[in-house]
Structure formats: C-alpha cells, structure tokens
C-alpha cells in the first residue's frame, strides 16, 4: 500500500506509460507544433517561394513548391500537424489552389492566440474574437468580390500556376486550361474531374497537348489493330463478346455424332451471327469490359474493326461520355441508334519497364463530356510537378465559373478585411477586441510572406500597403518583386479564399478549445 499520509491509496486509470500534458503546458505544446508547420510552408509561398526537395522512406524524391503535395507526404505524428493535414487536405479538395496560404493563416492564428493566452487572456474569449472576425471578413469578401468576364478566367488559370514550375511557359498552359473550361462548359457540368491528365511518352519538356478524348494504355489483342481510324463509329459492350463463360462447370450429354456436329455448328452459327451483326452495323470499333472470343475477334479485324476487351467499368463510362455511345449489356440488343462516334483513334507503342504496351487516343470527339492533357517531359519528377500544377489550374479556373465571383490577389484582401476587423474591434469594449485584433494581423501575415520572399522588408511592406490601402485606392497588393502595386491579373477565385478563411478558423478553434493532451506513448 502506498504511504498517502494516512489517506486513501492513490487510484490509477492509465498506464505508467501514458503521460498527460494540461493547463498552460499544452497550449504551448500546440501552438509551437502550429508555428512548426507554418515556417515548413513560408518559404514556398508565393511567385517568389522556393521548392522543398522530398525524399522519400521508398527511396522516391520529388521536388515541389505545391502545399498540398508537401502536406500529403510529411509523415507526422503531433496531433496539431495531423490537424494541419487535415485543413491542406480540406483546401486542396475544395478549391485546389491556396493550401500554402491556408496553413500559414492557421499558423499565425495560432501564435497570435499563444500571445494573448501568455498575458493570460482565457482561450475561449479568443474563440469568441476568432470567431466575431472571421464573419467580418467573409462579409468583406462579399463586399469587395466581382463578377468574372471572359478574359478574368485566363488569369485565374495563370495565377494558379504562377511559383510553380510551370511559371515560364503558363501563358501557353492558361490558355490551354481556359479552352478546356469552355469546352466542358459547353457539353457538361463544369467540373475538374471531367479534365483528366495523362502521362506522355513525349520527351520534350514541358510538352502539354490538350486531347478532345480519352488516353488510356492496353495491350492489344493482336499485332494486325488498325492503329489508326477517322471518324470512327464505335459500340460499347458491357460484358463479353462471344459466349458467357459459366459460372459453375456443367457437363453435356451428346448421345451420338450427329448431336455433336449439331452442337458445334450451332457454336459457329451463334458466333457467326454475332459478327455479321457487328459488321453489318458499319461499325469501326467494339470495345467490351469482358472477354472475346478468338473467333468474333479475327473475324473483326479482318474487316479492319477495331477491337479492345479488357476495359473496366470506368474507362468504358468515360468512353461512353467522349462518344455518346450508349452501354449495351448483350450483343442482341445493339442497334444503330446506341453508337458512338469518335473522330480518332490512334495507337502509340510505349515501354514501360522493359513491357511493351499501347496508348490508345481517343481525339477529335465533338461531343465530348472529358477532355485529356497529355503531359511529356524530361523525366518523371518534372512531368508530374507540371500534371500538379495543371490540376490547381483547372480547379481553380472550374471553381470560379461555379461561383462566378473573384478576388485580386497579392494579399489584397486579407489586408483589407484585417482594416475592417480593427475598426470593427475599436466598438468593442469586451476583452474578444483583442481576439479580433490579432485575427486581423493573422490576416497580414499572407502579404508580409509575399513581400519576405520576394526580399524585401515583411513588417516595411505591411505598413505602406495597409496606409495606401486606407488613403489612395483599395486595388493594391504585393506584386511579384515585392513592391506594392496595382493588382490588375493576380485574381483567385471568391470561394477558395472564402473556404480558406473558414476552415483555418475552424481548425485553430478546435485546438484552442483543446485542455489536456493525453498520449499513451508517453511523447
């Protein structure tokens, strides 16, 4: 029994191993594991930001500047970067662009809160003034948004690749990606998963070729498929060509040779039948999920038929979208009002780890409901650096004809939404004035990160913008060398921004709310 001073035995709920961390001890805990992260992220950030190189526990590496590329493949194992993760990750998923700058916010928000909890301000009064500011600024957000036109959308695309390792050839890329929009636009609902990327064997850096179509890689059935066909009438098959294979073995009872010949001419009739069909319907290609039979398949290609089996139910939707072809499950039910039409398909042989296969390019569809970037390049690091910085492009381009409403870049509006929280706070008289005031120079830490990158004085840079802001116009920002200018192309779309806000805040009042870490592994 252990000595308690004549009291009760001491009672324990946890291992000996389990350690607990309370009152001030973890709050510093987690507002130095948020401070951790942010400088991770701060020297990436911007037109101006460096790259971090990635190795990898497999032996990989990569090199990127894109946060969500960093964010997805840092192994951490504190409960605030795990928290960190999870904000880049509901940032990338939401608006693609703006991770970076998401995590830096919710890490000045963070430190910021660690300052007033050391002057002994309780967490929740800061949650109240977290809270109270950032409906102040998304209401600023509202106020000082505009409608995107036509040509808005092209430096939407290009500011969402400006940093990247695209910067230099972006006016091509921007263009590439708006052309995409507006064709999706035009055809189907306007969203990022209708533009796919794709892997090019071209050798040539920054390669980017926009496919009207479909790529996938197969291999052939045999050597003599055309390997290239115009204006191609095409029929889905969801299942197999020729014969379902049974389920379960049977056996059949042929009783003399007549019945035998019966059968196996009935055998040559079926598939007979099955490839006159196919033919008679002037088709150019059958493509199938299942099977097909040696038979139907040499019979096809003999009447220089395209054919392909093998495919899985995913890469025959996305082939119904670019043709229009309706999805048949039999042979029998095919007609010529379920066809599609493909205005090329074009084989390109590719080794891949010492295996020959085939890129199968469905291009030149008009109706198309996808449309593909087949990107090339010098190596692989560089190819899929250039498909990342793609995909922020058309999410973010996607994202602001959705919402149709945009902001001007540069730290724009986080300097003049930090102005309107502290004039906001000036009416305050309860102590959430002070949460307020540091969630208004939370907000200046996005330009003071683009004017430290680009080399120049942070603190400098923040002064003059937000004094310009207040007595010349409410259009400048922090150009790319740093200088305060007039933001006329950086622009993002409303909804990314607004998203970042909102999420940051959520996640730094969760951790902030947060009184005991209890760790079982005593770390």
């Given at each position: 029994?252990?000595d308690?001073?004549?009291g009760?035995?001491q009672?324990?709920?946890?291992?000996?191993?389990?350690s607990v961390t309370?009152?001030?001890a973890?709050q510093?805990?987690?507002?130095?594991a948020?401070?951790i992260?942010?400088d991770l992220?701060?020297?990436?950030?911007g037109?101006?930001?460096l790259?971090?190189?990635?190795?990898?526990?497999?032996?990989?590496a990569a090199i990127?500047?894109?946060?969500?590329?960093i964010?997805?493949e840092?192994?951490v194992?504190h409960?605030?970067?795990?928290?960190f993760?999870s904000l880049?990750k509901s940032?990338e998923?939401?608006?693609g662009?703006?991770?970076t700058g998401?995590?830096?916010f919710?890490g000045a928000l963070?430190?910021?809160?660690g300052?007033?909890?050391?002057?002994?301000?309780?967490?929740?009064?800061?949650?109240?003034g977290?809270?109270e500011?950032?409906d102040?600024?998304?209401?600023?957000?509202d106020?000082?948004a505009?409608?995107?036109?036509?040509d808005?959308l092209?430096?939407v695309?290009?500011?969402?690749?400006?940093g990247?390792?695209t910067?230099?050839n972006?006016?091509?890329?921007?263009?590439?990606?708006?052309?995409a929009?507006?064709?999706?636009k035009?055809?189907?609902i306007c969203?990022?998963e209708n533009i796919l990327?794709a892997k090019?064997?071209?050798?040539?850096?920054?390669s980017v070729e926009?496919?009207n179509?479909?790529?996938?890689?197969?291999?052939?059935?045999?050597?003599?498929?055309p390997?290239?066909?115009?204006?191609?009438k095409i029929?889905?098959?969801n299942g197999e060509?020729?014969?379902r294979?049974p389920?379960?073995d049977?056996?059949i009872?042929?009783?003399?040779?007549?019945?035998?010949?019966?059968f196996?001419e009935?055998?040559?009739?079926q598939?007979?039948q099955i490839s006159?069909k196919l033919v008679e319907l002037?088709i150019n290609?059958?493509?199938?999920?299942?099977?097909?039979?040696?038979e139907i398949l040499?019979?096809?290609l003999?009447n220089?038929?395209f054919?392909?089996g093998?495919?899985s139910?995913?890469?025959?939707v996305n082939?119904?979208?670019?043709?229009q072809?309706?999805m048949?499950p039999?042979?029998?039910d095919?007609?010529?009002e379920?066809l599609?039409?493909?205005?090329?398909?074009?084989?390109?042989?590719?080794?891949k780890?010492?295996?020959?296969?085939k890129?199968?390019?469905?291009?030149e569809?008009k109706?198309?409901?996808?449309?593909t970037f087949?990107v090339?390049?010098?190596?692989d690091?560089a190819?899929?650096e250039?498909i990342r910085?793609i995909?922020?492009s058309?999410?973010s381009t996607?994202l602001a004809v959705q919402?149709?409403?945009?902001?001007?870049?540069g730290g724009?509006p986080?300097?003049?939404?930090?102005i309107?929280?502290?004039?906001?706070?000036?009416?305050?008289?309860g102590?959430?004035r002070l949460?307020?005031?540091?969630?208004?120079?939370?907000?200046?830490t996005?330009?003071?990160t683009?004017?430290?990158?680009?080399g120049k004085s942070?603190?400098d840079s923040?002064?003059?913008l937000?004094?310009?802001?207040k007595?010349?116009s409410?259009?400048?920002?922090?150009?790319?060398d740093?200088?305060?200018i007039t933001i006329?192309s950086?622009i993002e779309?409303?909804?990314?921004l607004s998203?970042?806000?909102?999420?940051?805040?959520?996640?730094?009042?969760?951790l902030?709310?947060?009184?005991?870490?209890?760790?079982?592994?005593?770390?």
């Amino acid at each position: 029994m252990t000595d308690n001073g004549g009291g009760p035995p001491q009672v324990r709920i946890l291992r000996p191993e389990t350690s607990v961390t309370s009152e001030s001890a973890i709050q510093e805990k987690l507002i130095g594991a948020a401070s951790i992260f942010a400088d991770l992220l701060r020297p990436t950030y911007g037109p101006m930001g460096l790259d971090k190189m990635l190795y990898k526990s497999n032996g990989q590496a990569a090199i990127t500047n894109d946060g969500a590329k960093i964010v997805s493949e840092l192994m951490v194992k504190h409960p605030t970067a795990k928290a960190f993760v999870s904000l880049g990750k509901s940032q990338e998923s939401a608006a693609g662009d703006g991770v970076t700058g998401c995590i830096l916010f919710a890490g000045a928000l963070m430190y910021e809160a660690g300052l007033l909890i050391n002057k002994g301000l309780h967490p929740l009064v800061i949650v109240e003034g977290y809270r109270e500011a950032s409906d102040i600024t998304i209401s600023k957000l509202d106020e000082i948004a505009y409608e995107y036109n036509g040509d808005d959308l092209l430096n939407v695309a290009k500011t969402a690749l400006t940093g990247k390792v695209t910067t230099n050839n972006s006016e091509k890329i921007s263009e590439l990606v708006v052309k995409a929009v507006n064709q999706i636009k035009s055809s189907s609902i306007c969203e990022s998963e209708n533009i796919l990327m794709a892997k090019s064997s071209n050798n040539t850096p920054m390669s980017v070729e926009l496919i009207n179509g479909l790529i996938i890689e197969k291999r052939l059935h045999l050597d003599k498929t055309p390997s290239e066909l115009k204006n191609c009438k095409i029929a889905l098959i969801n299942g197999e060509l020729g014969f379902r294979t049974p389920s379960r073995d049977s056996e059949i009872e042929i009783n003399s040779p007549e019945e035998l010949t019966q059968f196996i001419e009935s055998e040559d009739k079926q598939i007979e039948q099955i490839s006159n069909k196919l033919v008679e319907l002037k088709i150019n290609a059958v493509l199938t999920t299942g099977e097909i039979n040696k038979e139907i398949l040499h019979h096809l290609l003999s009447n220089n038929i395209f054919v392909l089996g093998g495919l899985s139910s995913q890469e025959l939707v996305n082939i119904s979208k670019i043709s229009q072809a309706v999805m048949c499950p039999r042979i029998e039910d095919l007609s010529s009002e379920e066809l599609g039409l493909i205005g090329r398909i074009k084989t390109e042989t590719i080794n891949k780890d010492g295996e020959t296969s085939k890129r199968i390019i469905f291009d030149e569809c008009k109706n198309t409901e996808l449309i593909t970037f087949d990107v090339g390049g010098s190596d692989d690091l560089a190819v899929e650096e250039t498909i990342r910085s793609i995909h922020d492009s058309v999410k973010s381009t996607c994202l602001a004809v959705q919402s149709k409403y945009l902001l001007k870049g540069g730290g724009n509006p986080h300097s003049l939404a930090s102005i309107a929280i502290k004039l906001a706070a000036d009416a305050k008289k309860g102590r959430e004035r002070l949460g307020m005031e540091a969630f208004a120079r939370a907000l200046e830490t996005i330009p003071a990160t683009l004017a430290a990158n680009a080399g120049k004085s942070s603190l400098d840079s923040v002064i003059e913008l937000r004094s310009r802001l207040k007595n010349e116009s409410e259009d400048l920002g922090v150009g790319i060398d740093g200088n305060i200018i007039t933001i006329d192309s950086a622009i993002e779309p409303k909804e990314s921004l607004s998203h970042s806000i909102i999420s940051a805040t959520e996640t730094v009042v969760g951790l902030l709310r947060v009184d005991q870490l209890i760790s079982a592994r005593g770390d």
